[in-house]
Nanobody, 122 residues
Framework: QVQLVESGGDSVQNGESLRLSCVVS????????IGWFRQVPGKERERVAC???????YYHDPAKGRFTITRNNPANTLYLQMNDLRPEDPAVYHC????????????????RGQGTQVTVSP
């Protein structure tokens, strides 16, 4: 059974940083793209970043210049370092698995975790 468990979400102030983690089990993430998206209740899913099996990283507009996605394949863990958090960043952040690079870019996920809440105060 595939499970993804996110952690690291917190309530921070504008401009501060957070590091999110996602531990994957039941799935060898080393062979597949894996990424992050975020969602606010009542709004559409927003793509954040993708990490390819070859280590390639792609960032969507919300993440460019501020967030860094990394992966530790032996530990089956994905990370998202978020710097300079802003009032537009609060959301539930989910990690997700993808069958291919294109599906990662469109956040058409296979499996996802329950998410971790990020809150940013002025």
């Amino acid at each position: 059974q595939v499970q993804l468990v996110e952690s690291g979400g917190d309530s921070v102030q504008n401009g501060e940083s957070l590091r999110l983690s996602c531990v994957v089990s039941g799935f060898k993430m080393r062979d597949y793209p894996i990424g992050w998206f975020r969602q606010v209740p009542g709004k559409e899913r927003e793509r954040v970043a993708c990490s390819g099996a070859d280590g390639t990283a792609y960032y969507h507009d919300p993440a460019k210049g501020r967030f860094t996605i990394t992966r530790n394949n032996p530990a089956n863990t994905l990370y998202l370092q978020m710097n300079d958090l802003r009032p537009e960043d609060p959301a539930v952040y989910h990690c997700a698995t993808y069958t291919g690079w294109d599906s990662c870019l469109t956040a058409d996920f296979g499996y996802r975790g329950q998410g971790t809440q990020v809150t940013v105060s002025p």
